[in-house]
């Protein structure tokens, strides 16, 4: 999920927004019993983040649209990627890390180093990794939207949760 703040001189009429990631891909490799050495690669559609705030049919297509043509530039850059350059673990607790995930964002055609925390669980059969970290906009040449003359905008920063789980 992305968390989108709305700023500016009339922010408060605003909506700060949720959006989904609907369709990614990856793959985690690690160590069963100790996460290291581990890698972590995720490739996201970019043109299938959705917005799930409860807002009508036409500002649903209006902010998606927006989103999509003018901040994402889909048909430019139809993938937003992550790969690892290190994994780093700490057992919490039995079959629990806290990890931090060390890698490259590629994301509107700039590529910048991003570090995730994420707390990893093991199964049976399975991996789930939760956790949140934030980016600005403008550090990958993303303009913010902003509307009626700059009074509504979004705020540079967005902040990012996640719940994935993995299997084999």
Known sequence: MVK????????????DHNIAIREFSGQA?????????????LKIKSASL????KVSASDRQKIEGTMRDEVLETGKYPEIVFKSTSISATKTGDGQYQAKIAGELTLHGV?????????????DSLLRARGSFSLKQSGFEIKPV???GGSVKVKDELKFTF???AKP
């Open 146 to 148: 902003s509307v009626a």
């Open 163 to 165: 719940d994935i789980v």
């Open 29 to 41: 490799q690690f160590t069963f019993g100790t996460v290291e050495p581990a890698s972590l690669n």
């Open 111 to 123: 590529t910048k180093p991003l570090t995730i925390s994420a707390q990893l669980e093991f199964g």
């Open 4 to 15: 989108a703040f709305a700023g500016g001189l009339l922010s408060a009429f605003a909506h």
């Open 50 to 53: 959705e917005v799930t705030d």
